[in-house]
């Protein structure tokens, strides 16, 4: 029931001395006090009030049960004050506020006993409790859920169906211009964002490729590789992901929560993996686990680099060689290949075996190993890359080893350090970056069902002469 406003504060002006009803006797003494009440929150249903202005003070009346002591029911106040005013209003609040009975006594010990019972009760307000606030709830809701395409076809008037044509670009459709228009206006003015989870299950595609890397550093050859594969393969609607196992790692891998369309290895995987992506869905493994394994043995990719430096070391009169070997073990099997093929190449020109030694610029024994190489009449080195070269050239600087008179060093990789070194390192540049697009062009084949022959691919080397030869 509504009534007009009542002021709270006027109840608070009880008298100051108490009464108590007449019996034959006399007047009857109070009852000792029970265990007051305590003190609550308590919160309204929107239905039980009204507001019909942001600085409304609206007035409930509730009976409630009449407390021990007291013959007649009084009427409970209860007070709602909106202290908001504008469009937007935030949750409401509510707190008991203690205050004597009204019409009663002035009793402390009566007052105090009743006081949770009886007392008047201001709800502090932050926003309306009323349609209005259920309302601002419905929209917020709304607000909060994704736009579907079924919203958007609800706006323009069309079917799903079309929605879906024009927000896919599905060719062969007739969609008139207006309509496309239309569409693709009404999705930017709703906030349409594609699911692309729903997407992937409703088309079996996820457009992701897993790129699974060995456990290697990421240097500046590899970086340029997977940028180039990256790029080319974004061009065509794909994101390539990479991961790395660890020996010691405890990830589950990332095909069994990406679902990617293909995966990629640079070597053939393990019968464990394979079938372990067989189980969550992948359908195209590379290299292909039907396929003879690949191995590192006699590809350009390695071989190619360590015979442009014999060869070029060879071209300047060295015949005296050794081979600066990084002392990473993550790349031993690599490092071992490249040493392998530069072997093969000093045999070939007639010159005597490479001195194979690990050089790091972190290593003291990395001066002792240079003087080793001048007792031995060693007068080139061919490093396993620009890292390593570097390393070696200042180890020979501080060893008191002219660079290039006395020993000349050659790099590989081309990389950044090896121009801003001083002196400036000699070394080999690879075609990393025609690699990275073969290895996204065989992809986007595997994913079209193009086969393609899978050999060692050629590489394009050239060396690029600078100070330090």
């Not at 001395?17 to 919160?43: C, D, E, M, N, Q």
């Not at 502090?124 to 917020?140: E, F, H, K, P, Y």
């Not at 290949?337 to 072997?343: K, P, S």
């Not at 600087?397 to 660079?403: E, M, P």
């Amino acid at each position: 029931m509504i009534s007009s406003p009542v002021n709270a504060d006027s109840h608070r002006a009880a008298p100051a001395r108490a009464t108590y009803p007449l019996t034959p006797s006399g007047p009857a003494k109070p009852r000792p006090p029970s265990r007051p009440i305590p003190r609550r929150r308590v919160t309204l249903h929107p239905r039980h009030a009204r507001v019909t202005s942001p600085r409304a003070t609206t007035t409930l009346w509730r009976e409630p049960r009449a407390p021990q002591g007291i013959r007649s029911a009084h009427i409970r106040h209860h007070t709602v004050r909106s202290g908001v005013a504008g469009g937007h209003l935030p949750p409401a609040h509510t707190e008991m506020v203690p205050a004597r009975p009204v019409g009663h006594t002035a009793d402390p010990s009566v007052a105090d006993r009743h006081t949770g019972r009886f007392g008047i009760v201001t709800l502090l307000a932050r926003a309306s409790i009323c349609t209005v606030g259920r309302q601002n709830t419905m929209a917020r809701r709304a607000s909060q859920r994704r736009t579907t395409a079924a919203d958007i076809a609800n706006e323009v008037g069309v079917s799903r169906a079309t929605v879906g044509f024009v927000l896919n670009e599905t060719p062969g459709q007739k969609i008139s211009e207006a309509t496309r228009s239309r569409v693709l206006d009404a999705a930017v003015r709703l906030g349409y964002r594609p699911h692309r989870a729903a997407q992937a299950l409703a088309s079996g595609q996820s457009r992701i490729i897993l790129f699974v890397l060995p456990d290697w550093p990421v240097d500046y050859s590899m970086r340029r590789y997977l940028e180039e594969a990256s790029l080319l393969l974004d061009e065509a609607g794909y994101s390539l992901v990479t991961s790395t196992p660890h020996p010691s790692g405890q990830a589950h891998p990332l095909w069994e929560s990406l679902n990617p369309d293909v995966v990629v290895g640079f070597s053939s995987f393990g019968p464990e993996d394979v079938a372990s992506m067989r189980a969550n869905g992948v359908g195209r493994i590379i290299p292909s686990p039907e396929e003879v394994p690949a191995s590192f043995r006699g590809s350009p990719a390695l071989t190619t680099g360590p015979r442009l430096q014999v060869e070029h070391l060879h071209g300047l009169g060295h015949r005296s060689l050794a081979f600066a070997a990084a002392p990473d073990p993550r790349i031993a099997a690599i490092v071992a290949e490249r040493a392998r093929a530069a072997q093969e190449t000093a045999r070939r020109l007639g010159l005597e075996t490479l001195d194979v030694r690990p050089v790091a610029h972190d290593d003291e024994r990395a001066g002792s190993v240079i003087a080793q190489w001048r007792a031995a009449g060693v007068t080139g080195v061919v490093a396993y890359n620009d890292d390593t070269a570097a390393a070696t050239v200042s180890a020979a600087i501080r060893a008191g080893v002219s660079v290039p008179a006395d020993l000349a060093v050659v790099g590989h990789d081309d990389s950044p350090l090896a121009a801003v070194f001083l002196p400036s390192i000699s070394s080999v540049r690879l075609d990393t970056a025609g690699l990275g697009r073969h290895l996204a062009q065989w992809v986007l084949d595997e994913v079209g069902g193009r086969s393609r022959p899978h050999g060692h691919v050629d590489v394009d080397a050239t060396i690029v002469r600078r100070e330090s030869t």
